[in-house]
């Protein structure tokens, strides 16, 4: 008799697990509309989300124009972002608060249509369109509530995704560094400084321009390492000025000692006559 309870055990499990299986089936297939609308918000409370979402997939559009809707709408939205579809719900939320704005869900639809984005946002190598969608809508949000309980959260998220577009654009301009186009990475870097002022990368990026630059000058024709070396050295002036407790300062004071001393050997170009 022992050896048979396991196995008996299994299939009283199985039997138990057909029986709701097949009760969910038979609701997919049911022309109820209360009955199925029931059944979704039960299993939305319970926190299955793929069965609440699929019933509620196929009754959104039944229940337009009924008091369901606006609920069965937003948890709809919720399940797809609870199942991590985030492009999906950010889809959805939007268009719960375009439909109902007035709405009691409206102020919470909006910010997780933003929060879905969020989460939507790529690595800092990819293409970062999602994270400027994010952003605005981020913006949106703040604007629309600006004394949301939901506003600290919003705010973080923000911070997170502008912290992405900053590695981003500085790794953008020192990858011209790394592959040796010197003055590209000179604009690039200064381009990045004024894009962001704040940032944390600014005294590597204000280094390396010192860098790029010494390097241009080193590997220009005669006639313009002249003025390219006195360029290392206003660089420099910045530099030690902004930054004089740097890691850097070594390497950086290298650079302007021979910098000087070429603009020391080197005359000044004479003016080409004119024809």
């Known amino acids: 008799m022992h050896t048979f309870r396991p196995t ?7 039997t138990l697990l057909l ?24 299993y939305y409370d319970k926190g299955d989300y793929f069965k609440a979402g699929t019933l509620l997939e196929d009754l959104v559009p039944l229940l337009k124009g009924r008091p369901e809707a606006e609920k069965a709408q937003f948890y709809f939205a919720n399940t797809n972002f609870r199942q991590r579809n985030y492009t999906l719900s950010s889809y959805y939320f939007k268009s719960f608060a375009d439909t109902y704005p007035n709405s009691t869900y409206a102020e919470e639809a909006t910010f997780l249509q933003a929060k879905s984005l969020f989460r939507d946002s790529p690595e800092w190598e990819l293409d970062q369109t999602n994270t400027y969608s994010a952003l605005e809508t981020i913006q949106e949000f703040l604007n629309r509530y600006p004394n949301s309980t939901f506003r600290p959260e919003a705010e973080n998220m923000s911070q997170e995704l502008q912290k992405k577009l900053e590695l981003k654009a500085y ?18 870097l200064g ?3 004024q894009q962001f002022p704040a940032s944390a990368f600014n005294e590597e ?18 006639e313009k390492q002249r003025e390219r070396y006195m360029e290392v050295v206003a660089f420099y002036q910045h530099f030690i000025d ?28 004479e003016p080409t006559a004119a024809n």
């Not at 560094?177 to 000179?186: D, G, I, T, W």
């Not at 930054?243 to 021979?258: G, V």
């Open 8 to 14: 008996l055990f299994v299939l009283l499990l199985s």
């Open 171 to 188: 790794q953008g301009a020192r990858l011209y560094y790394n592959l040796r186009y010197y003055q590209s990475a000179v604009v690039a």
């Open 205 to 222: 990026a204000e280094f390396l321009k010192v860098s790029a630059q010494y390097d241009l000058a080193r590997e220009s024709v005669l």
């Open 19 to 42: 029986g709701a299986c097949t009760g969910y089936q038979k609701l997919l297939k049911s022309s109820d509309v209360n009955k199925k609308y029931e059944a979704a918000i039960q």
């Open 191 to 193: 381009g990045f400084q």
């Open 242 to 269: 902004t930054y004089p407790q740097s890691r850097h300062l070594k390497d950086a004071e290298r650079m302007y000692t021979d910098a000087q001393a070429q603009i020391a050997k080197l005359k000044p170009s």
